[in-house]
C-alpha cells in the first residue's frame, strides 16, 4: 500500500501581490509630484528602474511600437537630453558619450 503522503503535494505558498497596479485615489486630484511618486513606487515594487522602463517602451518589440513612434515623435528626447546638459556632472559624461556619435555624422 502506498502511503497517502506519497500523494500529497505541497500547498504552494500565497504571494501578495509586489504592488496594487491601480490607482486607489482618482488621479486627476493628484498632483504631478504625487502621480510620478505613485509610479517611481510601482516601478521599485516591480523590481524595475525608470531606465527599464524607458529603455523596454522604447525597443523595437511589437508592443512597444505604438510608445517607440510617439516618443521619438514627440519633444521628449530633445527635452531629455536638455535636462542632463544641464546637469554639470552628468553634461561631461553626455559629451564623452556622444562624441564619437558626432564624428561619424
Do not use: C
Amino acid at each position: 500500500m502506498i502511503p497517502f503522503h506519497a500523494f500529497h503535494l505541497p500547498m504552494p505558498q500565497y504571494q501578495p501581490p509586489v504592488e496594487p497596479l491601480i490607482w486607489i485615489v482618482n488621479p486627476s486630484s493628484l498632483d504631478i509630484d504625487e502621480k510620478i511618486l505613485g509610479v517611481l513606487k510601482i516601478l521599485r515594487g516591480l523590481r524595475m528602474t525608470v531606465m527599464d522602463l524607458m529603455l523596454h517602451s522604447i525597443s523595437h518589440k511589437a508592443s512597444m511600437l505604438p510608445w517607440r513612434e510617439a516618443f521619438f515623435r514627440s519633444r521628449a528626447l530633445i527635452q531629455f537630453l536638455n535636462v542632463l546638459d544641464a546637469d554639470e556632472q552628468v553634461s561631461e559624461q553626455l559629451r564623452v558619450i556622444s562624441r564619437p556619435i558626432a564624428i561619424k555624422i
